[in-house]
């Protein structure tokens, strides 16, 4: 009889094996009770025959119950059916993904002061210039306050009304713009600055949503951020 040993999980055969193991088959303990017994009539050539008749009884029949029982419990392993495996496996975790580094902020760390900050200066001016045109597109569709004079009441409601849109929208336009156009630049040309200047506790700067937050709340955001840039800028030597 050939046994299935190749390829045969061991650690999910035993536990099936155990659970069909008879630890108490009538059998198998009156089998050994009457191997201790002959053992003891067995006068001159008993196993254990210096012990006294209970003694020998007691291990010759602890002893045959634990060779039966093992020889029992190999032959369970080798022809138990094993269960197949009827999940997916479980892949390794991806390996974590290294963060990847502005090129901005790579050459930013090598070029010399002078051109740090000018180059700072440029962008300060650009943001200005960027929320300069961005309000004045928006003022350029607003009626003058004579104009709304001449509406009536019901009118003047729809204008404001077209008006809070107009605003909004020109809000979320120039959001993405300077977060698309201007607010990495400004986070590396911030953060290269301070390390040149030696700036470490970065709580005692002061608190500007454009650049810690790209949140364009008060009245000149972009204009604040690119002031505090222009005055990084001027104290690098």
């Not at 088959?25 to 009457?34: D, F, H, I, L, S």
């Not at 094993?82 to 999940?87: L, S, Y």
């Not at 479980?90 to 070029?111: G, S, T």
């Not at 440029?122 to 300069?132: G, N, P, V, W, Y």
Request: hydrophobic share 45%; proline share 8%; charged share 25%.
């Amino acid at each position: 009889m050939s046994l299935p040993l190749r390829n045969r999980n061991w650690r999910r055969v035993s536990p099936l094996a155990w659970q069909q193991l008879p630890l108490l088959q009538p059998t198998k303990v009156a089998g050994c009770v009457v191997i201790s017994v002959l053992n003891v009539l067995w006068t001159g050539h008993g196993v254990f025959r210096s012990w006294p008749a209970g003694a020998r009884v007691t291990g010759l029949l602890a002893l045959s119950y634990l060779v039966v029982t093992a020889a029992e419990f190999f032959w369970l392993l080798l022809t138990v059916p094993q269960p197949v495996d009827m999940g997916f496996r479980e892949e390794a975790p991806a390996p974590p993904i290294a963060p990847e580094i502005d090129p901005l902020v790579e050459q930013l760390r090598v070029v010399p002061a002078p051109v740090l900050k000018e180059g700072t200066l440029q962008l300060a001016e650009a943001m200005r210039t960027f929320e300069a045109g961005s309000d004045g597109a928006y003022v350029s569709t607003l009626l003058s306050p004579r104009a709304l004079e001449t509406l009536s009441e019901e009118e003047r409601d729809k204008e404001l009304d077209r008006e809070s849109t107009v605003l909004i929208q020109r809000h979320l336009t120039t959001w993405r713009a300077y977060r698309d156009r201007f607010y990495g630049p400004a986070i590396a040309f911030r953060n290269e600055l301070r390390k040149r200047l030696g700036i470490r506790n970065s709580q005692r700067e002061p608190k500007l949503p454009a650049l810690d937050q790209a949140a364009l709340t008060g009245a000149k955001p972009i204009t604040e951020a690119a002031d505090h840039l222009t005055e990084l800028a001027n104290r690098l030597r």
